[in-house]
């Protein structure tokens, strides 16, 4: 999400000046704490208690993103989830987060009259990407964000939420990891759990 805001913000940043303007929605976390969320909003405690959820999180900027996954792991424990009922697992680097995240997308308890029974509700992905002096960045970002996304096109999977930093600088990513913009890792969890409990 923080790779198209900034694109967003880059392309729209002439009418981002004139606040007069109602009909624009801001996307960049700038204009908004990532650990801010309406609690009256979320899904009752009593079904989210039930639900099992995995993390996958990648150990490349360990700085930012164990802090990322202290915030999700916190926000699903305020919202009902058993700390015993959440799975963690810790990969190399962001590439890796979507091979993890796959694992755990096909995992399930049983069948049932030919349909699996799906042991997580949702799985989150969190990494840190931050911009460098080669190409690198852009290929982390654009196939980690692929793979994310072709796990969610799938029939009878769970949701798998996007919790992935991608910064011009160390600073952004600090300040979406506790600090000044909130934290990313909570975000992520609220996402989690508001996408598991929708009644279709």
């Not at 959820?53 to 999700?72: E, M, S």
């Not at 509700?121 to 290929?139: K, R, S």
């Not at 096109?153 to 991608?166: E, S």
Request: proline share 4%; with cysteine; aromatic share 8%.
């Amino acid at each position: 999400m923080a790779f198209f805001s900034l694109i967003l913000e880059k392309k729209n940043k002439s009418r981002k000046q004139n606040p007069s303007n109602p009909s624009i929605i801001f996307m960049a976390t700038q204009y908004q704490n990532l650990s801010n969320y309406d609690a009256d909003l979320m899904p009752e405690k009593k079904n989210v208690e039930k639900q099992q959820y995995a993390i996958v999180v990648a150990d490349w900027n360990p700085k930012i993103t164990h802090t990322l996954l202290r915030g999700a792991i916190n926000a699903l424990v305020e919202n009902g989830v058993k700390e015993s009922q959440i799975k963690v697992v810790h990969v190399p680097g962001t590439f890796e987060l979507t091979y993890a995240a796959k694992q755990l997308f096909d995992d399930y308890h049983c069948v049932i009259e030919n349909r699996k029974v799906l042991k997580y509700a949702a799985v989150i992905v969190l990494g840190c990407v931050i911009q460098g002096d080669t190409p690198h960045f852009d290929y982390v970002c654009q196939g980690v964000t692929y793979g994310i996304s072709e796990l969610n096109t799938r029939a009878n999977g769970c949701p798998v939420i996007f919790g992935v930093l991608t910064t011009n600088t160390l600073q952004q990513a600090l300040d979406r990891a506790d600090g000044i913009h909130g934290n990313k890792g909570v975000e992520a969890a609220i996402t989690a759990i508001k996408m598991a409990n929708i009644v279709w």
